[in-house]
């Protein structure tokens, strides 16, 4: 009887206060949009890199993309980081033992070490 009161205040405890765990929240990606604007804003291309990394974006990016980037002024430069970022951050990730499977990092059975259920990781 003792171990059922016990338990039902833990259960009754957990329901009140809803699990938390520590999240942090991933920086906005820089779009080639702001790139485009800063450009033209005449913000230099090492403060537009640093953003880039700051942010840790990663582009997908093909030859049209090069084109009209290179075409709004963008410095090459940047567009070389901008293309080396896809590559980097495969490295990056075959280096991970917890992303040896390539999937999305909120709904993966190889995320996390924490294994709630089948499903969400933590």
């Not at 906005?28 to 604007?37: A, H, L």
Request: aromatic share 10%; proline share 7%.
């Amino acid at each position: 009887m003792r171990y059922g009161v016990l338990l039902a205040l833990a259960a009754l405890s957990s329901a009140v206060t809803g699990c938390h765990y520590h999240h942090v929240r991933a920086p906005d990606p820089v779009t080639t949009e702001e790139i485009i604007r800063w450009t033209k804003g005449g913000v230099p291309p090492d403060e537009i890199i640093r953003r880039i990394e700051d942010s840790r974006t990663v582009y997908r990016m093909d030859s049209k993309d090069v084109v009209d980037l290179h075409n709004q002024g963008v410095d090459q430069k940047v567009i070389d980081h901008m293309l080396e970022t896809e590559r980097r951050h495969i490295e990056r990730r075959s280096r991970d033992p917890w992303h040896h499977h390539h999937c999305d990092p909120y709904w993966c059975p190889y995320h996390s070490p924490v294994h709630i259920g089948f499903g969400w990781y933590f």
